[in-house]
């Protein structure tokens, strides 16, 4: 067995091999490769504890997870799903496709200047939407809006009054309200989102606790 690295400040100068329940107090240093190989005998061991920061400037490689109590930085990239997803690229999902045998299916999120919400549906012979329960704390009324698109034929439709509980919607010419539906609105839980600003990310001028960051390039992810 290698012999254990532990103490107020450790630099290693070498990749060294570390074995499960391995222990780092405060900051240590690796100016090389990481490799945590992972103990079949005790599989609820974590591969890495660590109670300060691990510096590393080259590779990290685990086999098995990686608990950490504090912050992950990184001036690289960071992956996951084995190198197929880039925590700075786009925020997508891939599944295997639902109709084409071989093939896979991948979407990536809508993207906006605000913490949005929305529902969507459709309308046969009525004239109310009903909102969820839940949009009396989440949504501002405010900021609601209501697309519609009629279905068959023209009907004159309105958005007669509406707040955060439900829309009602007046035609024309009938009583029978026959149309697809999308309401959007603003989350009224959390400040509201500053699109642009000068410098870098930690020149946020708003609260950076309530960012999940994902999406563009910066200097520095904290994850």
């Given at each position: 067995m290698p012999e254990k690295y532990i103490g107020n400040k450790t630099h290693f100068?070498?990749?060294?091999t570390m074995w499960d329940g391995q222990e780092v107090?405060?900051?240590s240093n690796l100016y090389g490769n990481l490799n945590v190989i992972k103990n079949d005998e005790e599989p609820s061991t974590p591969n890495i504890n660590t109670d300060g920061n691990v510096n590393v400037k080259k590779d990290v490689n685990v086999d098995g997870n990686v608990n950490v109590k504090k912050n992950i930085k990184a001036k690289g990239e960071v992956y996951s799903n084995n190198g197929s997803h880039k925590l700075s690229s786009k925020k997508n999902f891939d599944i295997p496709h639902p109709t084409k045998d071989g093939w896979r299916l991948t979407h990536s999120c809508v993207e906006g200047p605000e913490a949005a919400v929305y529902i969507r549906g459709k309308l046969i012979n009525k004239n109310v939407i009903k909102l969820p329960?839940?949009?009396k704390k989440l949504v501002d009324p405010n900021t609601i809006t209501v697309s519609i698109t009629p279905i068959e034929f023209h009907q004159d439709i309105i958005v007669k009054k509406f707040d955060s509980t439900e829309i009602i919607l007046e035609?024309?010419?009938?009583t029978n309200i026959h149309c697809f539906y999308h309401v959007y609105g603003e989350r009224i839980d959390t400040e509201k989102l500053i699109a642009e600003y000068e410098g870098n990310i930690e020149d946020y001028p708003g609260d950076n606790s309530e960012r999940s960051i994902a999406g563009y390039h910066y200097d520095k992810k904290v994850i």
């Amino acid at each position: 067995m290698p012999e254990k690295y532990i103490g107020n400040k450790t630099h290693f100068n070498k990749p060294p091999t570390m074995w499960d329940g391995q222990e780092v107090f405060n900051t240590s240093n690796l100016y090389g490769n990481l490799n945590v190989i992972k103990n079949d005998e005790e599989p609820s061991t974590p591969n890495i504890n660590t109670d300060g920061n691990v510096n590393v400037k080259k590779d990290v490689n685990v086999d098995g997870n990686v608990n950490v109590k504090k912050n992950i930085k990184a001036k690289g990239e960071v992956y996951s799903n084995n190198g197929s997803h880039k925590l700075s690229s786009k925020k997508n999902f891939d599944i295997p496709h639902p109709t084409k045998d071989g093939w896979r299916l991948t979407h990536s999120c809508v993207e906006g200047p605000e913490a949005a919400v929305y529902i969507r549906g459709k309308l046969i012979n009525k004239n109310v939407i009903k909102l969820p329960e839940y949009w009396k704390k989440l949504v501002d009324p405010n900021t609601i809006t209501v697309s519609i698109t009629p279905i068959e034929f023209h009907q004159d439709i309105i958005v007669k009054k509406f707040d955060s509980t439900e829309i009602i919607l007046e035609s024309k010419d009938t009583t029978n309200i026959h149309c697809f539906y999308h309401v959007y609105g603003e989350r009224i839980d959390t400040e509201k989102l500053i699109a642009e600003y000068e410098g870098n990310i930690e020149d946020y001028p708003g609260d950076n606790s309530e960012r999940s960051i994902a999406g563009y390039h910066y200097d520095k992810k904290v994850i």
